[in-house]
C-alpha cells in the first residue's frame, strides 16, 4: 500500500529514521517514507514477536532474522535493523521491562557512536508520543535534532484510516495515564541525572 504524506506540508530531511517497536503499521509507514528517499538511513526497533512477520513487510534487503537470531534466547530478542546504502546491518540491544525506556536508551547509546548523524524523525503511534518525547528529552544526546511523525493507523483490512472509538485503542490510550507517571518517576529518580532536550518542531 503507499502511504501518502501531504506534499504542501514542510518536510526536513532528516538524517535518520527511527521506528519503534510494536504496531506493523509503523514500519510500513517509515518503509514507505524509506522508499521515497526521505531519509538516507532506516532503523527499526524489531521486538522477538515482530521477528517472523519482518519479511512480510517487504523490506529493502531481505534479511532472516529468524534464522540470523535463533541461537539467541528468545527472551533477549530484540533487535535494531538498520538499512543504508542497499546494506543491512542487524545488533542486539538491552532490553528491560520497560520497553519505551529501554529502545531510547539503545538509540541513544546507537546515535553517540555515529557522531554524523545531526537529526532524527522518530517514529511511533499517536497516542505512544508524549511518553516517547519524554525519554527521547531525557537521554538523546544534546547535539542531535529530534522531531516526532505519528503513524497513520491501519486495520486489519489495510486502510490507512480507523477509528480512535474502539476499545482497543481506548485501552492504549488510557494506559499511558498509567505509564507517563512512571517513567517521568524512573527518569528524574536516574541518579539525579540533569534532563536535557530540545524536540524542535513536531511536524515532518
Known amino acids: 500500500m503507499q502511504w501518502q504524506i501531504d506534499p504542501h506540508r514542510h518536510v526536513t530531511e532528516p538524517d535518520l529514521l527511527f521506528v519503534l517497536a510494536g504496531l506493523e503499521s509503523r514500519k510500513s509507514f517509515a518503509l514507505e517514507l524509506y522508499r521515497q528517499r526521505r531519509a538516507p538511513i532506516l532503523l527499526l526497533s524489531v521486538g522477538r514477536f515482530e521477528l517472523r512477520k519482518f519479511p512480510l513487510l517487504n523490506p529493502p534487503v531481505p ?22 546504502s542497499g546494506e543491512v546491518s542487524v545488533e542486539r540491544i538491552p532490553h528491560g521491562p520497560l520497553g519505551t525506556f529501554s529502545e531510547i536508551r539503545a538509540l541513544s547509546a ?95
Not at 69 to 81: N, S
Open 63 to 84: 534479511v532472516d532474522l529468524l534464522e540470523r537470531t535463533a541461537l539467541i534466547p528468545p527472551p533477549l530478542r530484540h533487535f535494531f535493523v538498520s538499512f543504508e
Open 110 to 204: 546507537w546515535l553517540k557512536s555515529r557522531p554524523r548523524i545531526a537529526s532524527v524523525v522518530v517514529i511511533s503511534s499517536a497516542y505512544h508520543l508524549p511518553r516517547l518525547r519524554l525519554c527521547c528529552w531525557a537521554m538523546l544526546p544534546a547535539s542531535v535534532r529530534v522531531k516526532f511523525l505519528p503513524s497513520p493507523c491501519q486495520t486489519s483490512a489495510g486502510s490507512p484510516a480507523c477509528s480512535f472509538w474502539t476499545w482497543s485503542n481506548l485501552t492504549l490510550v488510557l494506559s499511558e495515564f498509567v505509564k507517563i507517571p512512571l517513567y517521568l518517576f524512573v527518569i528524574l529518580s536516574g541518579a539525579g541525572r540533569k534532563l536535557r532536550r530540545t524536540t524542535g518542531d513536531p511536524n515532518f
